[in-house]
């Protein structure tokens, strides 16, 4: 397929060869139509019955829809097709026939629900409106790993197989490793603090997290894509600046490099986000939620907050915002409590209207503090002794947080369900394919 060329390329006075599905065929009698689609756009091909060879007339026409063919003709101005283009075909060659019955029309014609979609996600893919989404997640990552590396970020990559879980509990993924138990790791948390206590001091990782939690819910998975950060030197209020700039620095990606991709998904106006994000503490989300009404109980402190909770601030603040200062005891052991006030951490996290995208923090340097922590949230020390001995050791001080990628995708397109996100989801009811 050396000499193919792409239908976006295809001028009329070229002799090309193009090569990829049937998207459609139209008889119209003594003239017939087929349209092929690659990844670059369309093409129409004209079959004209009376003056071109039978064979090639019966090839063109009878192949089924999203078969695989080439073609091989002369390109003609045509400003009746789609594309202003046409080709007469010199020769047709049918590289892999498909099935008559399809499980879903790549077309877009005809609908199919989330569940036929994800079942044959290679036919869904075809359509140019679900490539978007994968077009736009991929410009994201992009941009975030650029804004990483222009902030003197490495980017590492840490083990997914693990001994302990990260954060204890029963959300583990239990696997038998040589004999031994093991788990799924839950988050990349530890071994990216550890690396600050290296040389490296500012890391980044995108990767899979596995949590065998038993939502069932349109925004949660058991495997998801994340994308962590964590620096030494560096208090909470700088996190937030950088977890700020990343995603600034994604949307404005996206509105520079993703027209097509937006106009398919139907944004006329694809707004980026503007100005500081608003840096609330827990109390005042507390207070300014209550306020609101919208709730049946009202909030006290200490309370974690609901998906009521958390959609009635979204409203009333109207953006992107952060949430700071929690309690102590609803975060997890490796982040920092203040000086003045132990009942008060330095975690945040970043809100969406719509959800939260990202949980971070001040962490926890000093050894003696650390393993108070983890004896205060019912955690043995001695099962996270390779973390904790490298407290002992050096370390400075640090702080980071993480984005779940498919969250930050479902907010930015406003999609309904967090499995338009992911090319092959994993939940509780699928694991294949």
Request: proline letters at 5%; charged letters at 30%; aromatic letters at 10%.
């Amino acid at each position: 397929m050396d000499e193919r060329t792409y239908t976006a390329d295809a001028e009329p006075g070229d002799h090309v060869t193009v090569a990829g599905w049937v998207h459609e065929v139209r008889d119209l009698g003594g003239i017939a139509f087929l349209i092929l689609r690659d990844k670059s756009g369309k093409i129409q091909v004209k079959f004209e019955k009376d003056e071109m060879d039978e064979d090639l007339v019966e090839t063109g026409l009878n192949v089924h829809r999203e078969s695989v063919i080439s073609v091989t003709g002369e390109v003609e101005a045509e400003d009746r097709a789609p594309t202003g283009v046409e080709m007469l075909p010199g020769s047709v060659e049918v590289l892999n026939e498909a099935d008559a019955e399809l499980p879903l029309d790549p077309s877009g014609k005809v609908d199919a629900d989330l569940s036929t979609r994800l079942d044959n996600r290679t036919l869904d893919l075809r359509k140019k409106e679900v490539q978007a989404i994968f077009e736009i997640r991929a410009e994201v990552l992009r941009a975030v790993r650029d804004y990483f590396r222009s902030i003197g970020s490495t980017e590492i990559n840490t083990p997914k197989i693990v001994a302990t879980g990260t954060e204890g509990g029963t959300e583990l993924f239990p696997i038998t490793y040589f004999g031994e138990e093991a788990f799924m790791n839950q988050s990349p948390q530890l071994f990216k603090q550890l690396m600050v206590g290296s040389g490296l001091e500012r890391v980044f990782e995108v990767g899979p997290i596995f949590r065998a939690e038993e939502h069932n819910t349109p925004r949660h998975l058991n495997e998801a894509t994340m994308i962590d950060f964590e620096s030494a030197f560096i208090d909470h209020e700088e996190a937030m600046d950088v977890c700020e700039g990343t995603l600034k620095a994604a949307y404005e990606a996206v509105a520079e490099n993703c027209t097509e991709e937006l106009d398919l998904l139907g944004y006329d106006d694809f707004e980026t986000p503007d100005g500081d994000f608003p840096r609330l503490t827990y109390e005042e989300a507390i207070e300014r939620i209550n306020a609101t009404g919208e709730l049946d109980e009202q909030l006290v402190y200490g309370d974690d907050l609901s998906t009521e909770a958390e959609r009635a601030l979204g409203d009333d603040v109207g953006g992107h915002y952060f949430i700071t200062d929690w309690p102590s005891e609803i975060k997890p052991f490796y982040i920092q409590d203040y000086e003045d006030d132990p009942t008060t951490s330095k975690g945040f996290d970043l809100m969406h209207p719509r959800m939260e995208l990202v949980s971070g923090g001040q962490r926890e340097h000093r050894y003696g503090a650390l393993v108070e922590g983890f004896e205060q949230q019912g955690l043995d020390p001695e099962q996270f002794d390779y973390y904790t001995k490298m407290f002992k050791y050096g370390m400075p001080p640090h702080a980071g947080w993480a984005y779940g990628v498919e969250r930050l995708i479902m907010t930015m397109l406003g999609l309904e369900n967090i499995r338009e996100a992911v090319l092959f989801p994993r939940d509780r009811q699928r694991l294949s394919p």
